[in-house]
Nanobody, 122 residues
Framework: QVQLVESGGGLVQAGGALRVSCAASGRGFRINAMCWHRQAPENQRELVASISSGGSTNYIYSVKGRFTLSRDNAKNTMYLQMIGLQPEDTAVYYC????????????????WGQGTQVTVSS
Protein backbone atom coordinates (compact mmCIF):
# COMPACT_ATOMS: atom_id res chain seq x y z
CA GLN A 1 0.00 0.00 0.00
CA VAL A 2 0.97 3.60 -0.51
CA GLN A 3 0.45 6.15 2.24
CA LEU A 4 0.07 9.82 1.45
CA VAL A 5 0.53 12.38 4.21
CA GLU A 6 -0.46 15.97 3.53
CA SER A 7 0.68 18.92 5.59
CA GLY A 8 0.83 22.70 5.50
CA GLY A 9 -2.79 23.76 5.27
CA GLY A 10 -4.18 26.50 7.42
CA LEU A 11 -5.88 29.87 7.60
CA VAL A 12 -4.61 32.84 5.64
CA GLN A 13 -5.96 36.22 4.62
CA ALA A 14 -6.80 37.00 1.03
CA GLY A 15 -3.65 37.76 -0.90
CA GLY A 16 -1.57 35.59 1.37
CA ALA A 17 0.47 32.47 0.69
CA LEU A 18 0.63 28.88 1.86
CA ARG A 19 2.59 25.80 0.93
CA VAL A 20 1.08 22.36 1.18
CA SER A 21 3.12 19.20 0.96
CA CYS A 22 2.36 15.57 0.24
CA ALA A 23 4.77 12.80 1.20
CA ALA A 24 4.26 9.38 -0.36
CA SER A 25 5.60 6.17 1.07
CA GLY A 26 5.21 2.55 0.11
CA ARG A 27 7.88 -0.14 -0.07
CA GLY A 28 8.05 -1.70 -3.50
CA PHE A 29 6.07 1.02 -5.22
CA ARG A 30 7.21 3.52 -7.80
CA ILE A 31 5.43 6.84 -7.54
CA ASN A 32 4.36 8.13 -10.92
CA ALA A 33 2.21 11.20 -11.46
CA MET A 34 1.13 13.18 -8.42
CA CYS A 35 -1.81 15.55 -8.24
CA TRP A 36 -3.61 17.97 -5.98
CA HIS A 37 -7.37 18.04 -5.97
CA ARG A 38 -9.61 20.24 -3.88
CA GLN A 39 -13.18 20.15 -2.70
CA ALA A 40 -15.08 23.11 -1.35
CA PRO A 41 -18.31 22.65 0.60
CA GLU A 42 -21.19 21.67 -1.67
CA ASN A 43 -18.86 21.48 -4.67
CA GLN A 44 -17.49 18.54 -6.55
CA ARG A 45 -13.85 17.60 -6.12
CA GLU A 46 -11.73 19.18 -8.83
CA LEU A 47 -8.24 18.58 -10.11
CA VAL A 48 -6.08 21.60 -9.36
CA ALA A 49 -2.63 20.66 -10.60
CA SER A 50 -0.61 17.64 -11.61
CA ILE A 51 3.04 16.80 -12.01
CA SER A 52 4.60 13.88 -13.83
CA SER A 53 7.54 11.90 -12.53
CA GLY A 54 9.65 13.92 -14.96
CA GLY A 55 8.44 17.22 -13.54
CA SER A 56 5.98 18.33 -16.22
CA THR A 57 3.14 20.29 -14.67
CA ASN A 58 -0.42 21.21 -15.54
CA TYR A 59 -2.75 23.61 -13.77
CA ILE A 60 -6.37 24.56 -13.99
CA TYR A 61 -6.88 28.02 -15.43
CA SER A 62 -8.00 29.64 -12.18
CA VAL A 63 -4.69 28.93 -10.41
CA LYS A 64 -2.22 29.51 -13.24
CA GLY A 65 0.34 32.09 -12.27
CA ARG A 66 -0.54 31.77 -8.58
CA PHE A 67 0.16 28.12 -7.77
CA THR A 68 3.44 26.33 -8.41
CA LEU A 69 3.77 22.59 -8.16
CA SER A 70 7.10 20.84 -7.66
CA ARG A 71 8.35 17.49 -6.44
CA ASP A 72 11.39 15.88 -4.92
CA ASN A 73 11.57 12.38 -6.35
CA ALA A 74 14.24 11.31 -3.87
CA LYS A 75 11.77 12.02 -1.08
CA ASN A 76 8.60 11.12 -3.02
CA THR A 77 7.27 14.45 -1.88
CA MET A 78 5.23 17.01 -3.77
CA TYR A 79 4.91 20.69 -2.89
CA LEU A 80 2.20 23.14 -3.89
CA GLN A 81 3.22 26.73 -3.34
CA MET A 82 0.17 28.99 -3.39
CA ILE A 83 0.35 32.78 -3.56
CA GLY A 84 -2.30 35.40 -4.10
CA LEU A 85 -4.83 33.19 -2.35
CA GLN A 86 -8.47 34.15 -2.65
CA PRO A 87 -11.56 33.09 -0.70
CA GLU A 88 -12.60 30.92 -3.62
CA ASP A 89 -9.46 28.84 -3.04
CA THR A 90 -10.92 27.72 0.28
CA ALA A 91 -11.29 23.95 0.21
CA VAL A 92 -9.93 20.68 1.50
CA TYR A 93 -6.90 19.89 -0.61
CA TYR A 94 -6.29 16.22 -1.37
CA CYS A 95 -3.12 14.61 -2.60
CA UNK A 96 -3.49 11.85 -5.16
CA UNK A 97 -0.93 9.66 -6.83
CA UNK A 98 -0.68 6.86 -9.32
CA UNK A 99 1.80 4.29 -8.09
CA UNK A 100 3.13 1.10 -9.60
CA UNK A 101 3.89 -2.05 -7.66
CA UNK A 102 7.21 -3.11 -9.14
CA UNK A 103 7.40 -6.55 -7.60
CA UNK A 104 5.97 -9.73 -9.05
CA UNK A 105 2.69 -9.22 -10.91
CA UNK A 106 3.10 -5.45 -11.36
CA UNK A 107 0.01 -3.28 -11.19
CA UNK A 108 -0.88 0.37 -11.08
CA UNK A 109 -3.28 1.86 -8.55
CA UNK A 110 -4.42 5.27 -7.38
CA UNK A 111 -4.07 6.42 -3.78
CA TRP A 112 -5.47 9.39 -1.88
CA GLY A 113 -4.43 11.33 1.17
CA GLN A 114 -6.76 12.37 3.97
CA GLY A 115 -6.80 16.00 2.92
CA THR A 116 -5.64 19.26 4.44
CA GLN A 117 -7.86 22.28 4.97
CA VAL A 118 -6.98 25.57 3.31
CA THR A 119 -9.10 28.52 4.40
CA VAL A 120 -8.75 31.98 2.91
CA SER A 121 -10.51 34.81 4.70
CA SER A 122 -11.65 37.94 2.91
Amino acid sequence: QVQLVESGGGLVQAGGALRVSCAASGRGFRINAMCWHRQAPENQRELVASISSGGSTNYIYSVKGRFTLSRDNAKNTMYLQMIGLQPEDTAVYYCNTEAMWVGSNPYVAAYWGQGTQVTVSS
